[in-house]
């Protein structure tokens, strides 16, 4: 843990993709508090019409969605930071509406995450790793 899912309603090189794994790695690191070895970035590019948001009236819209797994304990504001920047990011590099892009976190305790690097599970997240 962490870890980044980010689905994208079009299609990206891999340059692109690399480019956009390393901006969100220097983009969790700075708000999240924490070295970028331990986050790990998935590129979903599902193309046109592979990400809808729907709506009561009216048919879906296109969309994306950043899906963030991250070690239970971060105050929800540094969240919200965390968020806007990767959503501040996607519409910088994609030129995606921000209206229709989406960030879910899901917070785990540090144990339910195994690091080979780290020979073994990851800690509960205390504040002071940097």
Same mark, same amino acid.
């Not at 971060?74 to 920047?85: D, I, S």
């Not at 910088?92 to 144990?111: I, N, S, Y």
């Given at each position: 843990m962490p870890s980044i899912q980010i689905d994208l309603p079009i299609t990206v090189d891999r340059a692109a993709k690399q480019a956009l794994a390393q901006r969100v790695g220097v983009i969790y690191g700075e708000t999240m508090q924490v070295a970028m070895d331990l986050l790990t970035v998935s590129v979903h590019d599902l193309g046109e019409g592979g990400v809808w948001r729907c709506h009561e009236s009216g048919p879906p819209t296109p969309s994306a969605l950043? %899906?963030? @797994? =991250?070690?239970?304990?971060?105050?929800? /504001?540094? +969240?919200? /930071?965390? $968020? #806007? +920047? *990767?959503? @501040?990011?996607? =519409? /910088? %590099?994609?030129? *995606? @509406?921000? *209206?229709? *892009?989406?960030?879910?976190?899901? #917070?785990? $305790?540090? @144990? /339910?995450m195994y690091h080979p690097h780290l020979k073994g599970f990851n800690t509960d997240w205390r504040g002071d790793e940097r």
């Open positions: 950043i %899906m963030c @797994d =991250v070690r239970e304990g971060r105050p929800v /504001e540094t +969240r919200a /930071e965390l $968020a #806007q +920047r *990767l959503i @501040d990011l996607c =519409v /910088e %590099m994609f030129e *995606l @509406d921000r *209206l229709w *892009l989406k960030v879910e976190f899901t #917070q785990h $305790a540090g @144990d /339910e």
